[in-house]
């Protein structure tokens, strides 16, 4: 299953039976169908009551635990590699073009102010 291959155990797992809320009348307020799933070690929470019985939404908020813990997993897979690209990025070094575009930018920057300086004054001044 899921769970397995996530590394998720049946102990790291607090399962507790709520009343339901909203639309249902006097059912809804007699029975515990919904079902709050805490994984532990990572501190997340599912609420489920998407069905009226108690065993297809303890499935159910098993799948949606599964679903956000690989969320979660994969986001912190692209952090650690957008972290490791953008460290091969600065470190690398730059192409012969980039450095003639920089070098083309950086003089056309030193003509722009060198036309700033104030006409009465000379070079040597």
Known sequence: MRMGSLGVA?????ESFVRGRG???QKIN???????????????????QEQRSLSQNR???????CD?????????????????????AQKGKRSAGLKRQ???????RSQIKAGRKSPGRGEDS
């Open 102 to 108: 920089m070098i083309k930018t950086k003089r056309l």
């Open 10 to 14: 049946r102990e790291d797992l607090e």
């Open 30 to 48: 007699k029975t515990s169908s919904t079902v709050r799933l805490r994984h532990l070690p990572t501190g997340l929470e599912v609420i489920c």
């Open 59 to 65: 499935y159910q908020a098993r799948v949606l635990l």
């Open 68 to 88: 956000k813990l690989e969320q979660r997993r994969q986001a912190g897979h692209q952090a650690r590699q957008a972290a490791v690209s953008r460290a091969r």
């Open 23 to 25: 639309n249902g009348g």
